[in-house]
């Protein structure tokens, strides 16, 4: 996702839009991108924000979520190595 992400740019995409003379069409399918952008772009600021679990671990919080929290975060990236090949 973040790779996908990192490939799409909504600045371009805006300049692409404004080739659209009809101005309501534009900016109702456009807005419906830049939603569509938006929510898988928070999804992986969740995601990625996991750094604060090791924050955590290292601050001394070593209980059963913030460990278990780490594992789980272990075991998505070297799933996701996996796939990226």
Known sequence: ???LLAKSDMAIGARYAALVKD???RDS???RIAQEHAA?????LAITGQQELLHRYRDGAS???VTHGIHLSINGIAAG?????
């Open 1 to 3: 996702m973040d790779m």
């Open 23 to 25: 101005e309501a069409l």
């Open 29 to 31: 399918v456009f807005s």
């Open 40 to 44: 898988p772009l928070q999804s992986l």
């Open 63 to 65: 209980d059963s979520p």
């Open 81 to 85: 190595l996996r796939n990226s090949g």
